[in-house]
């Protein structure tokens, strides 16, 4: 059976999740995270790709991008998991796939829907536990907004003015559950009638519709 469409097409945004290879951990000390931030700048360099939010976690990362050119989403990715796994075999000795084969993405609305993946991005290491507060990890976009940029274009909508305390502060159980249940099936998230659009217009409709058979009537 075919692969269904995943509807990547230019100047939508989209959050992009992938994992470890059988989720084990990638990140092992910072050099491991400064390897993976510098093939991010040469990505963003060579492809004609927009990063606002990023978050590296032991095992997995997230980001929040933009394409502005047809199939740059995919390629764009390819390149990433390829070079960084040929540097990060020659750094340490070692062989095998790093990687997850495909990655996860789905479009996000460019309005407060936005923000809201922002924050769950960025908000990653403090709902894992790996620190008391989201300033103290290093390895995200935040880390940026609160110093000197890198990798992070401007996003399109204005944030607000204390977007840290924003940050700190945890999502709404709907707004959380609606994020991962985009993850989990590659969904569009947004309001219900741009869900329904981009859907619709880039054969997405399999990703909203319900799962498992439908009820019998007696």
Not at 119 to 136: F, G
Request: hydrophobic share 35%; aromatic share 14%; glycine share 4%.
């Amino acid at each position: 059976m075919a692969r269904p469409n995943r509807g990547y097409t230019t100047d939508l945004f989209y959050h992009v999740l992938n994992r470890g290879n059988n989720k084990r951990k990638i990140f092992k000390d910072d050099m491991d995270y400064e390897l993976f931030k510098y093939m991010m700048f040469e990505t963003v360099k060579r492809y004609e790709i927009s990063i606002y939010a990023y978050c590296l976690m032991p095992n997995h990362f997230h980001f929040l991008i933009k394409s502005r050119m047809d199939h740059h989403l995919s390629r764009s990715m390819h390149w990433l998991f390829t070079s960084h796994a040929k540097r990060y075999h020659r750094f340490h000795g070692t062989v095998g796939h790093i990687w997850q084969e495909r990655f996860r993405a789905f479009l996000v609305q460019d309005d407060n829907h936005f923000l809201t993946v922002m924050r769950y991005i960025e908000r990653n290491p403090l709902r894992a536990q790996l620190v008391k507060n989201v300033q103290d990890w290093p390895w995200t976009s935040l880390s940026e907004k609160l110093g000197s940029r890198f990798l992070v274009s401007d996003p399109p909508i204005v944030l607000p003015k204390e977007w840290l305390g924003f940050v700190n502060q945890p999502l709404t159980y709907c707004e959380k559950k609606a994020i991962e249940t985009s993850l989990r099936r590659n969904a569009p998230y947004g309001d219900t009638a741009w869900t329904e659009r981009m859907c619709s217009k880039h054969g997405l409709m399999h990703t909203i519709r319900p799962r498992g058979r439908p009820k019998k009537d007696f």
